[in-house]
């Protein structure tokens, strides 16, 4: 056998138009340099919620310091004075007798604490915890409160004739001795 030196040639034949395959997946767009107009618009209405949102914010605050500090119609208490419905009350620390605890809460322009009534005087219980206070209750010739009313919705537990000023506690009215050096509590109208 022999092997010529023969070539085989074949002809291809391509399209002269491309085909386009579609392709339905979403294709980047080109990106321009310049921002549309819708991102413009973005921007501007979060900056205008900012200001928005800042002045009422500047407007709250000041509204909120005038109320508080500045208002010299508004009720309020005094610093270190509890705050009740239409009365501030002081709990003190310190403790003194009778007689100076009552001159005490008049230089404050208060009073011992008179109570009203058995709802005022269980919201009291409840800061008083075990201690003994000074209230506005004597008894010259009945108990009676500093204004010369008549205590009439309780009833204050006494062991002794000598026991003649009025004490509060958790456990309610007692009398005690007005030399006792005591905590005490102020009353007075909300300014």
Not at 5 to 22: F, G, N, R, W
Not at 93 to 109: I, P, Q, R
Request: charged share 15%.
């Amino acid at each position: 056998m022999e092997l010529s030196d023969s070539a085989l040639y074949s002809l291809l034949e391509l399209p002269t138009i491309p085909q386009v395959h579609k392709d339905h997946r979403q294709q980047p767009k080109e990106s321009s340099s310049r921002p549309s107009l819708s991102c413009y618009v973005a921007t501007a209405l979060g900056l205008l919620t900012v200001i928005l949102v800042s002045l009422l914010l500047y407007q709250w605050i000041l509204y909120k310091g005038s109320s508080y500090s500045t208002c010299a119609s508004c009720p309020s208490c005094p610093d270190l004075w509890m705050r009740y419905g239409d009365y501030c009350y002081y709990f003190s620390v310190e403790k003194n007798d009778w007689n100076s605890s009552l001159e005490f809460c008049l230089a404050k322009d208060s009073h011992l604490l008179m109570l009203t009534d058995n709802q005022e005087m269980s919201l009291l219980k409840n800061f008083l915890h075990n201690d003994f206070h000074w209230v506005g209750l004597r008894n010259n010739f009945g108990w009676r409160w500093e204004d010369g009313s008549a205590l009439n919705f309780s009833r204050v537990y006494s062991n002794s004739f000598v026991q003649t000023c009025g004490t509060i506690s958790k456990a309610g009215l007692q009398a005690s001795s007005c030399e006792v050096l005591l905590q005490w509590v102020c009353k007075k109208v909300r300014l």
